[in-house]
């Protein structure tokens, strides 16, 4: 035997979910009037009328301020068979632990109402039902633990050790709630298994009350870790295991204390079992409300072990047992609202895998280099982003200057032909050299290099008509002033000269081709301004 202890070097890691929360699957089992309710002529008030509602059925005056009819994921009769419960009721559940998923069946109801009876043949099914998988697997090796225990006025005591020392709970960040020191078995084979169980019904508290000559006294959980790893991988060192716990709980009776005539040590036991059950009774409630809010499992030994059955990391189903006596019609009823809260808690259950430290640091290096990864498409990702924004800003400034040597290609010409008119208007021959885009150089240099072939008489060169002081008998070429103020000719406002020939113009006096000169560059200044 060995004590329950941590897993060591081993990392516990929760691997997939099985994807969602999915509800408590909740049955109601009825059982037969029992021969001292047959005895005291008892009637049997309540009816499952197909797989899944109960009815009461009698006509006793109070009913209609109860709901008649209730339905459940299962309801099962009178005459069903336990097989018939563990089949249709929870052997889905029970068999998650042979995947990797922790599950958990419990049995709610009242003191006689066949709790015990239920869970053992539940039990024993589902233990059979785990070892036929075992066989039918080979490919994966399988390790049983079993350890017991039972929670008597609040105290939780080991089931498979003799000590009646109470056990104590303590809060694993990894696992949850855990009990110090709870015995754990590894088991040998079914007949061992077998013995364990027996050991632990023997020492159950048992005691008779009105009701039930062999009524248990306190909350019993068994517990079967099963762990398997794929036999390939053994003794590589890189090893993953899945491990999972199913818990088989029979409550102690949930009726009220008055009611089984409890007195003395009986008495006692009530209140902290009802203190247990009424604390199951809270948080079943207010986890059916969500999950939102204070839920106090803290507040009973019973829900700080089941936490996780009862709202985490566990698939759970709840058979409800049910006498269908009148005289316990109020205790059916409770049985049943509780029922009706159970079936709205949700779990969410995992694949619990645990890695040896050669898995875990490979696992650990593939996430590094997938985050690695990541990061670096991030990285060229905002690059890229960058790329994009500089290209979109380097496009619209060629659009710009695309726009721009249109509007200066279009002045240009403007220029061009206002300057011919001009020339002609001087009478200078339609001789000017081609300005053509592709060699277009700078405006006053294109215009500088405008040739005139003919000899004018007096004013020599454009210049020199406008800036007579400058004027160079030999030149040929018109120059034109470089100062844009002076690039009339760019304007439509070119004064025109009509009326006077080249002929006049030449006879006036330097004086007069000046104050022309200016008069024309006043009259550009006039337009721009
Ligand atoms: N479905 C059933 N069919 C036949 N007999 C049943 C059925 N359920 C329970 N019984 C019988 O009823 C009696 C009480 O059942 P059981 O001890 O299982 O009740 P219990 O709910 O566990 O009570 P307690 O809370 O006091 O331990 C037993 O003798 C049991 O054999």
Redesign the pocket.
Known sequence: MSAASSTGGDDLTSGETTGQDERILVSV?L??L?EREIVRNDVSDWECINNSTIIFKSNMPERSMFPTAYSFDRVFR?DCLTKQVYEEGVKEIALLAVSGVNSTIFAY??????????MRGITEYSLADIYEYMEQHKEREFVLKFSAMEIYNEAVRDLLSTSSSPLRLLDDPERGTVVEGLIEDTVVDWNHLQELISICEAQRQIGE?T??E???RSHQILRLTVESSARGYLGAGNLTTLTSTVNFV?L??SERASQTLAVGTRLKEGSHINRSLLTLGTVIRKLSKGRNGHVPYRDSKLTRILQNSLGGNARTAIIC?LSPARSHVEQSRNTLLFASCAKEVTTNAQVNLVMSDKTLVKKLQKEVARLESELESARSKSFADDSTALLRDKELQIEKMHQEIKELTWQRDQAASHLQSVLKSFGIKDQISRMDDHSAPGFSEMINAFRLDADLPGIKTFKDFIDPGAVSPNKKIIQIPESPEDNFLLDGSTPKFSGSGWEDIGKRNSEDAKDIGEEVRGMKREKRS
């Open positions: 089992r059982r037969p029992n009178s109801g009242q003191t006689s109402s066949g709790k015990t009876y239920t009350n009701l039930n062999t009524s248990s029979d102690a009776g047992t």
